[in-house]
Each structure stands twice: as C-alpha cells, then as structure tokens.
C-alpha cells in the first residue's frame, strides 16, 4: 500500500511539472501552480493603477482560495474521494487549456490551473509522512538539498529515506516538464490534452487503492 501511495505521490509530480511548464509557455512566463507571484503583483497592479489586471489577478487569488476551501469542505459533505474529484478537476483543466483561444487574457487563461493545481495541493500532501507538494518545486528542493546534508556531511544515514524520496518528487516533476516542453514544440496549446493520459493512470490508481483498502 505504501508503495502504491508513492507511485501515485510520483505521478501526481509529472502531472504538476506537466501542467505548471505548460502555464508558462502558453502565457508569458506566469506560473499558475503557486499564489506568491500573484499576491505580489495584486499589490504591484494596485499601487500601479492597472484596474484591469487588478480585476483579474484578485479574481485568480480568489479562485485559489475556493479551490483550497472546497477541498477541505467536500470530504465532509461527499462520499466520493476527494483524490478522485481532483483528477477530473485536472483533466477539465487541461481539456479547457488545449481550447482558449489565442487572444486570451495571460492571467485569464491562468484561471484554469488556480483553480486545478490549488485543489491538486491539498489532495495529494505526500506519502512515507513526508509533506510534499506536487505542484511546484521550491520546499521539495529545500527538503532534497537539508536530506542530503545529513547523510553526506553529517553522517546520518536515517535521513537516506528522505533524500531518495525527494529526489525522486524532483525527478518526476521536472520530467513532467521535459515531456511537456517536447509535446509543446510538437503540438503547440494542444500539449495540455496529452496530459490525459499521467491523468486517467493516476485516477485508475486511486480507484484500486480504495477498493483495496480494508471497509
């Protein structure tokens, strides 16, 4: 169980590495995956006085926080797993992703991946009871980089676990986004339909490991 728990933990990284790539190619270098750069150009945009962007931006903070709030609302109200509503909320996603037209708003187009990669984060915090973020790299690297300390420079051989853990969040997530890259030069928009297919595997994997478990 605890090995299927990490596999899926690995492909949820390639879907995140996949999905947060894909956000910025299509629009500018703006990642849809976190809320700092947004938070911070809510303030930029303010003091700034571009209302419009503002408008957007405060729209996109919101809508990560609804993501965040229903994620933690629904198990209570729901007998479906949320895991299972994530997946189909990551492959709404990328269906609408592969359809905005050119001419789409950046942070508009964003919207799709706020909402996704948000409710993504809270759904899937980790395996082994390490807390780890499948949707962007930061911590995961601070985490790899402090683990690898240990074992090599203070010769604490307990902390390989956790090195090889978060080395292999990191690999799975920036394969994500090699694969992505690739089928961005191939396909172009239409990349993000191909991340169907990490999908549906990680939404058939959730689904034998709850008829797995124990009533």
């Not at 605890?2 to 956000?23: C, D, N, P, S």
């Not at 203070?154 to 390989?160: C, G, I, M, Q, S």
């Amino acid at each position: 169980m605890e090995k299927q728990t990490e596999r899926l933990h690995f492909i949820m990284a390639f879907i995140g590495g996949w999905l947060g790539v894909y956000a910025l190619l299509h629009f500018a270098n703006l990642f849809g995956s976190a809320q700092t750069s947004n938070l911070i150009a809510i303030v930029t945009c303010l003091l700034g006085g571009d209302w419009a962007e503002f408008g957007q931006r405060v729209g996109g903070m919101v809508l990560y926080m609804v993501a965040v709030g229903l994620a933690a609302w629904l198990p209570h109200r729901l007998t479906v797993d949320p895991r299972l509503i994530s997946l189909w909320i990551d492959g709404a996603a990328a269906l609408i992703l592969g359809l905005l037209p050119a001419s789409t708003p950046p942070v508009l187009g964003l919207y799709p991946l706020f909402f996704a990669m948000a409710f993504q984060w809270c759904c899937f915090p980790g395996a082994h009871g390490f807390v780890s973020a499948t949707i962007f790299s930061t911590n995961n690297l601070r985490q790899f980089t402090s683990a690898m300390t240990e074992v090599y420079l203070n010769r604490d051989p307990t902390y390989r676990p956790k090195a090889r853990f978060f080395g292999l969040t990191l690999l799975s997530f920036h394969t994500g986004v090699a694969v992505s890259c690739l089928l961005w030069q191939a396909a172009g928009p239409r990349a993000a339909w191909f991340c169907l297919a990490p999908i549906l595997a990680a939404y058939r994997m959730v689904r034998c490991s709850i008829r797995r478990a124990p009533a």
